[in-house]
């Protein structure tokens, strides 16, 4: 079976070699951006989102250590990106851990994603460029740059290749245990949404009483299910880290309310004394996480900001990064930027409900609630807008948009007028 194996691959490289060649000398002179180049086993199409089809991956029109001709799988990601018609996203996942296009400091992974662009450039690299530079480089998030993207040699257009959001080393790295290792003492990455994953383990938080947001709005704070992205592989560790982030939302919930809770030995949030409901969020919580995510997406008024838009770490293990629940990862910034600017709170108040779903994002909600996490915002924010880093950012989007000219062609050109607005 391997031998076999291998002589598929090695048909497949030698004709993604010789695809490639021409593709590249067809159309490495007129774009400016890198290329990839998806080579299907029999040019078969890629259409589902659970099996990856054997495929070849070239990488050219780029400086030469860059290059490359590796065996991968691919297969459609996402939810309703994937379902919609037109062009497709896709997942990479190679059989071996490489290095694409010196992203996220030349370090190698074998995982990667290509975001199509949609009816304009701007959403998803906006957002990345300014999770960027609003974490600082203290917490995760993508890297990213614009490709051009053909699949069995047939022009897709201009895609987005960024990072898989997942644990791993230098991405979100929590400790996963082997397999049947089934200590709860482990990390976990969890993604908040408003359904449960059919591909990860997933438990539900239930609806709230009903609170106020900042902005004077009454609503009850709605279920949100949280799907498992890291490893686990015993019932104790599912059940573990379920109590402990129903605690942990908990205590926050009632620190909302002026009361001060902590987590007994059982996971359960039981009155606690002597410290003030904001030291008991605070001992849980890595609220300058939190307050950087909400700045993000603040920037990018984004309207999915509580389902599926983001990461939550948390470690217990010896050599943990993540000691308290710390928020990271953002993703999909495609239903952003639709508000007025100077129109006040957007992500960190209740959002309107659209198709039954409520996608408003209670950790922000309930934290907004304390004033001390106010105070950790308002300085947050003194420091990224007087340093003029935002504007910084802004100003290389614009450029890195210019640049793509080119690419697009006179037939695309509507996508940069759109993205300058």
Request: aromatic share 12%; charged share 30%.
């Amino acid at each position: 079976m391997k031998r076999l194996k291998a002589i598929l691959f090695f048909c497949l490289l030698m004709t993604a070699f010789a695809a490639g060649s021409a593709l590249s000398e067809k159309t490495g002179a007129d774009r400016d951006h890198p290329c990839i180049n998806i080579l299907t086993e029999n040019g078969q199409p890629i259409l589902s989102k659970e099996e990856y089809v054997s495929s070849v991956i070239e990488v050219f029109n780029c400086d030469e250590e860059y290059r490359m001709t590796e065996e991968a799988g691919v297969r459609v990601r996402g939810n309703a990106t994937a379902e919609e018609g037109g062009y497709k996203p896709y997942r990479i996942r190679f059989e071996k851990k490489h290095n694409m296009l010196g992203l996220h400091e030349d370090r190698k992974y074998r995982s990667w994603v290509l975001l199509r662009t949609y009816e304009n450039l701007c959403p998803d690299y906006m957002g990345f460029r300014l999770a960027k530079t609003v974490f600082g480089g203290k917490y995760y998030s993508s890297d990213c740059m614009f490709v051009n993207l053909y699949l069995n040699g047939a022009d897709q257009g201009v895609y987005l290749l960024c990072e898989q959001n997942q644990a791993a080393k230098k991405r979100m790295d929590v400790y996963e245990p082997e397999e049947g290792e089934s200590r709860t003492d482990i990390g976990y990455l969890l993604e908040m949404d408003h359904k449960p994953d059919d591909e990860h383990p997933s438990f539900s938080i239930g609806e709230k009483a009903a609170v106020e947001d900042i902005a004077g709005q009454e609503r009850i704070l709605p279920e949100r299910y949280y799907n498992i992205k890291s490893d686990t592989f015993s019932d104790e560790q599912a059940d573990y880290i379920e109590k402990w982030l129903t605690g942990a939302y908990t205590v926050l919930y009632e620190a909302a309310n002026n009361k001060a809770m902590k987590l007994d030995d059982q996971l359960q949030a039981v009155p606690a004394e002597g410290i003030t409901p904001f030291e008991a969020v605070d001992d849980l919580l890595d609220l300058e996480s939190l307050a950087d995510l909400l700045i993000l997406d603040e920037l990018v008024q984004n309207y999915d900001v509580g389902t599926g838009s983001s990461c939550l770490a948390i470690d217990f293990s010896k050599d943990s990064k993540y000691e308290k629940l710390t928020f990271l990862g953002p993703w999909d910034f495609r239903w952003g930027y639709t508000e007025p600017a100077d129109g006040g709170f957007y992500a960190c108040t209740f959002q309107k409900p659209a198709k039954g779903t409520d996608r408003s994002n209670p950790w922000f909600i309930l934290a907004m609630k304390l004033e001390e996490f106010r105070t950790i915002v308002r300085n947050r924010w003194k420091v990224l807008s007087r340093s003029g880093v935002l504007m910084d950012t802004t100003r290389k989007v614009l450029s890195d948009y210019e640049s793509l000219a080119g690419d697009l062609g006179e037939a695309n050109a509507g996508k940069l007028e759109e993205s300058r607005k």
